[in-house]
């Protein structure tokens, strides 16, 4: 199997670009105009979760479960066909 | 390398992606129905795609020397009026005759909703009627986590025989739920969302190397049909030896496809 080393010898600088494609994407929200939507803040909540993951969770798990919906019961019907890629919870109003 | 392509929408590609995956080892490949992109106005719409899944596409791969097999269903996505549904699902039983037809597929959940869970349980029992396997899609995103429980559940409620159940798409969060559980689990190799190749094999590398396939699922949406043999190329990077590649992308799902009466290669 591989070392640590010849993990980051395979992966280190995809890895160091794409972190600095969130840096990027995360300073373009910022400059723009207008309003962030949900997925703003959910993206935030990931990126501590993954700095974060709870005991016996990996980075990764800990990623796609701050994204995720965690609500157990079925909708009773669905309004959109597609995914957003993080959980809007429900307006309490 | 020799591999088996257990997950492609091969109505969406064209004849050169059979001729290119072909070139690299493809000897098999089996095509679920899905959602064409549009919801279809007509049962005799889902009549048509069944003669494209059984007759059409089986012709279009033998020229490659693949083999073509199908699962017949109709997708969560169009499963929401329940009785559409159903009027769909009656055509079914006379498809199952054809000799291309692995089982029940791919059925699941895509919002999570009470119609499309009574109608994935409808299915279930479609499956167990008729003795077949099932092959299921698991929601996308955020909507993963819920529907994979809510569907472990349901087969759970169904007593089905775990063996012969591979729940697909699967990703780091959901992966160990359904193998802990005694199912099979399909992983899907797509560029902008579920798994990458680096990722797949860490899911490999954790949750372990048995009940587990790789596919493409390659579709009319960015998705690439070289993907589990590119795959297969990362493992080796990562030193995985040629047995174990071929274990993941050629046995694996041999081995679960083998308990389809209809396949064989």
Same mark, same amino acid.
């Given at each position: 199997m591989p070392t640590k080393k010849d993990i980051q010898d ?29 997925? !703003? ?19 990764? =798990?800990?990623? !796609? ?7 157990? =019961? ?6 959109? =066909?597609?995914?957003?890629?993080? !959980? =809007? ?5 | ?5 257990? *997950? @492609? *929408?091969? +109505? ?11 070139? +690299?080892?493809?000897? &098999? /490949? $089996? ?30 791969? @033998?020229? %490659? ?29 006379? %498809? ?29 029992? /479609?499956?167990?009627? %008729? ?20 569907? /472990? ?15 697909? *798409?699967?990703?780091?969060?959901? &992966? ?12 899907? /190799?797509?560029?902008?969302?579920? $798994? ?43 030193k *995985? ?6 274990? +993941? ?6 081995? %679960?496809?083998?308990? $389809? ?5």
């Amino acid at each position: 199997m591989p070392t640590k080393k010849d993990i980051q010898d395979l992966y280190f600088m995809d890895s160091r670009f794409k972190l600095l494609e969130i840096a990027s994407f995360l300073d373009r929200v910022e400059r723009h105009d207008g309003e962030a939507d949900f997925r !703003h803040e959910a993206f935030m909540k990931a990126l501590m979760a993954m700095q974060n993951p709870p005991e016996g969770t990996s980075r990764a =798990q800990a990623v !796609h479960l701050a994204f995720s919906d965690h609500s157990t =019961q079925p909708a009773e019907s669905a309004t959109i =066909q597609f995914a957003f890629g993080a !959980h =809007q919870e429900e307006d309490p109003s | 390398m020799r591999y088996i392509e257990p *997950h @492609a *929408h091969m +109505v969406s590609r064209t004849t050169a992606d059979y001729e290119k995956i072909a070139q +690299v080892g493809c000897e &098999a /490949l $089996c095509e679920p129905a899905f959602w064409a992109g549009y919801d279809r106005a007509s049962a005799q719409g889902f009549y048509d795609y069944y003669r494209q899944l059984t007759e059409y596409e089986p012709a279009r791969a @033998a020229k %490659f020397g693949i083999k073509h097999f199908c699962w017949l269903c109709i997708n969560p996505k169009e499963a929401e009026d329940p009785v559409f549904a159903r009027e769909v699902m009656s055509l079914i039983p006379d %498809f199952i005759k054809k000799p291309n037809v692995l089982g029940i597929g791919e059925i699941g959940l895509n919002k999570n909703t009470r119609n499309e869970l009574a109608i994935f349980e409808e299915h279930v029992d /479609l499956a167990k009627k %008729f003795n077949l396997p099932i092959l299921i899609h698991t929601p996308h995103l955020e909507d993963k986590l819920k529907g994979t429980r809510l569907i /472990l559940d349901a087969l759970n409620n169904a007593d089905v025989d775990r063996d012969r159940v591979i729940i697909d *798409h699967v990703e780091e969060h959901t &992966a160990p739920l359904v193998l802990d559980q005694g199912y099979w689990a399909g992983m899907t /190799l797509y560029p902008e969302s579920k $798994c990458s190749p680096a990722r797949a094999i860490d899911i490999l590398e954790t949750f372990g190397m048995e009940r587990i396939w790789m596919n493409s699922a390659c579709d009319w949406g960015i998705s690439d049909p070289l993907a589990v043999i590119k795959c297969a190329l990362e493992m080796k990077k990562r030193k *995985h030896s040629s047995e174990v590649v071929d274990q +993941v992308i050629f046995d694996n799902p041999k081995a %679960f496809l083998s308990q $389809c009466p209809n396949f064989s290669l």
